[in-house]
């Protein structure tokens, strides 16, 4: 059920329109409902060939031999395409914004990086005759040493995965190997705040699963044109990398979508059209190549994995006054679009909250794994997940009640954010109250109060002085050590954990520096010093 | 053995637009002889509804019924250049270049209708049903029809406009990350209730109330189906998916659908959902995208909903019966929290 609440900002918008905010029907609606809407693979053409490719056994292996010959005489085979057929054999997708450099090839020729890469394309009078000749085709590979983990692939002495970037990271700014975010002093919140809470979080790979799987049949026009019909979720992205992959001038090629069977993010790698426009300038036919459900799940890219350390330090009157954060992006073998991912996730921090202090690496890793690509949230919704996990933890650290908490530290109209930038048209404050009232979740008068419009700006966001005799907090503590205090296998006295009395907003706390901080990290646990 | 009940939350924002900008969309707008609008663009339908909402926008624009809007998307050779459907850019992105070749049409449209009436144009108006009258005096009226005619065949002028939107592309300080990411966002917050069995580790959903801040809802119906088809996905991406079920070790992956596991029509509950609309200064009538962000808050919701009814804190997805089994038992027992 959905409520659409007009009374706020009713101010900030001109309600009075004729078309905009009414319901109306889609307009593919009785396309879609009869089943007449036409996708691209609907072009059943005259004369179209079919195109499988070959992939990878190995997950990191050299490719010493590729045996051809019983495949080329298997039934229904018209072309077999190998990576010399391929005129730009190397590209990496966001090269069309000039953003990193090229690292995939289309068919794999030396090497291959992952269990599932494309290594020899058959094409052929039908898919069976295809999938036959594809498994005719023998290879002899030398295994390679692998990496699946990101933190063991930034290790000192770990198998190069991709050539391209040796130290199997991205490059940022032509010299840094991840995206850093520098606002503020941590160390200073660090040492002013009454906690520190230190975690880990990881997200797992996911596949998009759309109805449609992905691929694109391809048919050679008059005057040398070629034109694609495509599931693609990018149509110019998707031409302009045929363009530079096949290395002819873009309007030799028309690309025809535009109706998808959903994408979620997984339909803007163009890894089916290179091939199959390829196929139909070898063969002089239309050739379309379609990825299965079962190649699609194995072999292509889901939303990649994301592992991520957080560590922030908290006021007990509620204020987070410090966020330090550490991401490593799970690329898998490939750049694909991971890199911008990282820069996104990086402009993302510290979430909507405003934070004096927040100190961020993010990294883009290479594995041995599938390459990653986008997905829905791409960049945001692993850091997301930590985040608020995190919020609910220091909430409960400081024995307040989570939406309260949230309230403190929202960003609001005039705040500066960690990419020093004026936070404006802000709406967090307002989706909390609300969310809170429909889930009739109790709220204090003086937080049904709050508004994205009032009380902006630095009084809000400084720093505290340091409080006195603390320890220096641990940095850079080996991975294996990052537990957090909520999975330690001992567990402390049986209790429920009930949120303690908090203070009133109006009265700040009174400075009790005696006791010292409760410090929670994974070495130690939680504990009062 | 228990099923115990914990409700958590979470609140969150997500930019609008690719990061840092630089990502150009444009369309082209024109009418026929009869007065029938087409709308040329190169975006992509994913399902979501970007052919409906763009022709919202420009019916809305031209101050003509929706019924005599078309958009045709997407052939490179009739469609101009779009960057793509992703990055919740295409209602705000699209739909900006959309109303802005919308603005240019409509300037001829009553350029050429002040003609035929023999008035000034600055004294017209359109009423939104397929006329353009006198401000103040609506006998004194032509039908866009008599005005696409006329400009076609006695005026010799295109009712057509261009349009183009794009956020300039911003640097990033390498030594900061000072930068502009997106010049608006989305906001929300979700509340969602699960009921964990602490014999078998299995999380049901109970209920979620979800409050998402959009910009404007351009058409209510594309926005609920994006939101609750999003917190679907939410559900599942937090308790079911992932191919690599041991990750990092990639084995085991999934084959098909009866492998890869996601929600089932029982698996799912309640959504109550209340849209906020707090315009973006630069978003086509405000508007900015709900498309990602509604998968994001259900997944931390529902671990620190998790956390409420057992006690156990489930900081990597998916949050399987296993993993939340296994925590249970490491901590001696589901030790619930105060109820909210």
């Known amino acids: 059920m959905l409520e659409l609440r007009k009374d706020i900002f009713a101010d900030e918008r001109d309600d009075n329109l004729k078309e905009i905010g009414k319901p109306t029907q889609r307009q593919d609606m009785l396309g879609h409902v009869t ?36 495949a080329e005489r298997s039934p229904g085979v018209r072309r077999i395409i190998r990576g010399a057929d ?119 790979p996911i596949e998009h699963a759309p109805t449609e799987t992905n691929g694109s049949i391809a048919a050679p026009d008059t005057n040398g044109r070629y034109v694609v019909y495509t599931s693609t979720q990018a149509l110019f992205f998707s031409l302009d990398t045929c363009a530079k992959i096949l290395d002819v001038p873009s309007n030799k090629l028309h690309f025809i979508g535009g109706t998808v069977g959903g994408g979620f993010g997984g339909k803007v790698d163009t890894v089916t059209e290179p091939l199959s426009i390829l196929g139909a300038m070898l063969t002089g036919r239309p050739v379309r190549y379609m990825i299965g459900r079962e190649e699609e799940m194995l072999y292509c890219a889901p939303r990649g994995a994301e592992r991520i350390f957080i560590k922030d ?58 390459p990653a690509t986008a997905m829905r949230g791409f960049g945001v919704t692993a850091v997301d997940f930590a985040i608020e996990c995190q919020m609910d933890k220091l909430a409960h650290l400081v ?19 960690a990419h020093r930038r004026e936070a404006k048209n802000t709406a967090l404050i307002e989706c909390v109250q609300v969310a809170a009232e429909k889930a009739k979740w109790p709220m204090r008068d003086e937080f049904k109060r709050m508004s994205s419009l009032k009380d902006v700006g630095a009084p809000r966001a400084a720093t505290p002085a340091p409080q006195p005799a603390r320890e220096s907090i641990l940095v850079n503590r080996p991975a ?22 908090q203070p009133p907003l109006s009265s700040p706390p009174a400075a009790a520096p005696s006791h010292g901080a409760i410090r929670f990290s994974s070495v130690f646990g939680g504990r009062r010093r | 053995m228990a099923r115990l009940r914990g409700r958590g939350m979470s609140s969150m924002n997500y930019p609008i ?108 108006e359109t009423d939104g049903r397929g006329n353009i009258h006198v401000k103040g005096a609506p006998h004194r009226s032509i039908s866009t029809k008599d005005v696409a005619i006329a400009a076609q065949f006695r005026q010799g002028r295109t009712i057509s406009g261009r349009g183009i939107f794009l956020v300039p592309l911003s640097d990033v300080d390498p030594e900061t990350g000072e930068m502009s990411p997106a010049t608006c966002y989305a906001h929300a917050c979700l509340v969602a209730e699960v009921e964990v069995d602490d014999e078998t580790g299995e999380v049901a959903m109970v209920r979620m109330d979800s409050a998402y801040e959009l910009g404007r809802a351009l058409n209510p119906r594309l926005v609920e189906q994006q939101l609750v ?56 009538f405000g508007a900015k995208g709900p498309g990602e962000m509604c998968a994001n808050p259900v997944m931390p919701a529902i671990a620190n909903a998790i956390f409420n009814a057992v006690g156990v804190r489930m900081d990597e997805l998916p949050i399987t019966p296993e993993k939340v089994l296994r925590a249970i038992k490491a901590q001696g027992g589901a030790r619930p929290q105060a109820r909210r």
């Open chain 1, 399 to 417: 024995g307040m009640d989570p939406m309260e908490f949230r309230l403190i530290n929202a960003y609001r109209d005039g705040d500066m954010k």
């Open chain 1, 480 to 501: 294996g050590q990052q537990r957090t205090v909520y999975d330690r296998p001992a567990p402390p006295p049986p209790e429920p954990i009930r949120p303690t009395p």
């Open chain 1, 313 to 370: 330090g908290v006021s007990r009157d509620g204020r987070i006054l410090a966020r330090q954060f550490r991401c490593l992006f799970d690329s898998g073998a490939y750049t694909r679009l991971s890199s911008y991912a990282a820069v996104k996730c990086a402009a993302h921090l510290p979430g909507p909250y405003t934070i004096p202090n927040v100190y961020a690496e993010v990294y883009c890793v290479f594995t041995n794994r599938v």
């Open chain 1, 86 to 204: 391929v005129p730009r054999n190397l590209n990496t997708l966001l090269s069309l914004i000039n953003f990193g450099k090229d690292d995939e090839p289309a068919l794999a020729v030396d090497k291959v990086r992952y269990k599932g890469e494309p290594i020899v394309a058959v094409v052929a009078d039908s898919e069976r005759e295809a999938f036959e000749a594809v498994a005719k085709i023998r290879v002899d590979y030398e295994p390679l040493p692998t990496v699946f983990d990101v933190e063991e692939a930034l290790k000192p002495g770990a198998p190069v995965i991709n050539e391209t970037y040796p130290k199997n990271t991205f490059t940022y700014h032509d010299i840094y190997d991840h995206q850093k975010i520098r606002f503020g002093d941590v160390e200073r919140g660090f040492a002013a705040a009454d906690h520190i809470l230190e975690q880990r979080y990881q997200m797992s």
């Open chain 2, 17 to 124: 637009g690719m990061n840092l900008g630089g990502d150009p969309s444009q369309a082209l707008v024109h009418s026929n002889p009869s007065g029938k609008f087409t709308v040329s663009l190169s975006s992509i339908d994913l399902g979501q509804g970007m052919k409906s909402v763009t022709r919202q926008i420009c019916a809305e624009t031209l101050g003509v019924p929706v019924e005599d809007v078309y958009v045709d998307t997407a052939d490179s050779d009739t469609g101009p250049h779009c960057m793509g459907s992703f990055a919740s850019r295409g209602t705000h992105r699209v739909g900006n270049a959309v109303m802005a070749a919308a603005r240019e049409a409509r300037g001829v449209m009553m350029e050429a209708a002040a003609e035929e009436l023999e008035v000034n144009v600055a004294d017209l």
């Open chain 2, 229 to 284: 088809g999003g917190a679907w996905m939410g559900i599942s991406h937090a308790l079911y998916e992932t191919p690599e079920p041991y990750y990092p070790d990639p084995s085991h992956g999934p084959r098909d659908f009866v492998e890869y596991l996601m929600p089932g029509p029982g698996d799912i509950c309640p959504h109550d959902i209340t849209v906020l609309e707090r315009p973006a200064p630069d978003g086509p």
């Open chain 1, 35 to 70: 089943a007449t809407s036409v996708y691209f693979n609907d072009h059943k053409l005259q004369g179209m060939l079919h195109l499988k490719v070959l992939r990878s056994a190995q997950s990191h292996a050299r490719i010493r031999r590729i045996d051809l010959s019983e």
